[in-house]
Structures are given as structure tokens and as C-alpha cells.
């Protein structure tokens, strides 16, 4: 039987995806936290002054689901909360010293996994996937799958046809060229782009 293309790539990555969630169960359970709190404290170590809900919507979880796992955090004094400044009624949450240094061990296991097999692609090829992938988490952000990836073509200071040659974009903020090997996931300096600047991306 002929298996369509689109599905093999649909199999390869479900593939991808159980072989990562193993690995991630593991390394939560060596610091005796469960996989969802884990990846809490990586997120918060990468955004401070993060939302609970925020956070929530981050991990793809509910709000109900998140609140218990970071109250077990902050009992086991990983994480702290605070009142939103901006916003009185919210809570943020901030890691802790002994949270931070937790979220440092775990944070590494996507690349101790993943990394060594993608080194042996050839820089073309890396570049290649690289933009193909992006692209596949726009399109997840767009059926609202996902959210806040903030990646290079969901932002304010991304210009699609700034560049030239085998930099075809530009990055407004770093002031320059990037290529399809320069695009960036979960960028730090990240601004949303507005409806207007996403729209016209879409029919560029
Ligand atoms: S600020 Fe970051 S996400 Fe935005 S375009 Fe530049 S590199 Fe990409």
C-alpha cells in the first residue's frame, strides 16, 4: 500500500514526539518532579514574571490542571508568587535560586537527545529543517493548537524581504540579515507582530 508523504512526515514526527516525552519522563523523575512540572520551571526560567494562566496556555494545559503542579513547586520551594504589580489581581510566578538551578538540569534534555543526530545533518539540510519547522509551528499557532512560540515570523521586527541572497529576511531589532539557519524559536527579544504586519506575511 501506498502511504501518502504527508503521512510518513505525520508518523516520523509522532515518532519523534513518544521518543521525547520518554526521555523528558525521565529526567523529571531523577529530580523528583512529574513532566509537566518540569517543563514549568523551564518555561519560567526563560520568562520571568510569567502569569499562571499565561503559563498555562504556554504548556497546553489547563488552568485547573497547572495550578496543583505549581503549588507542589512552590512547597517544595522551587518557585515563588507574587502580586502582579501592573495588575492586582494576578499572580506571577518567579523561580527560586533552588528553582533555577532544578530548571537548568532539566532544560537540557532536548538537546542531550536531540542534538547529536542533528549535528549530522549537513548545514544545508539543518537549514532547511530548521525553516520547516518554524513554519509548522506557525501553522499549529494559527489553528490555535499552540500559542506564544515566538518565533521570527510572528514578530514585530521581522521583515520576510529585507535581506538578499541566501539571507532573504531581516531582523529590525539585531538590524540584520538572516537566513532560513538564523530564524529563531522562543527568542527572548521577541515582540508580537500586530494583525496588520501578520497578514501582510500571509500574503507575501
Ligand atoms: S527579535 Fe528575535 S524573533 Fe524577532 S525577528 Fe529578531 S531574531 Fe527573530
Known sequence: MRVPLHTRIADGLARLGALARFHENQKSQAEGLSPLQARALVVLQRRRGIRLGDLARELLVTYGTLSPAVSSLE??????????PEEHRAVNLELTRKGAAA???VEGWASELLAPPVADLDPDEAATLLASLLKLIRAFERRGTITAARMCFTCRYFDPKGGKGARPYF???LEEPIGEANLRIDCSEHEPADTDQLEGRRQA
Open 75 to 84: 512547597e517544595k520551594a522551587l518557585v515563588t508568587k507574587y502580586v502582579d
Open 103 to 105: 530548571a537548568r538540569r
Open 171 to 173: 531582523c529590525n531589532l
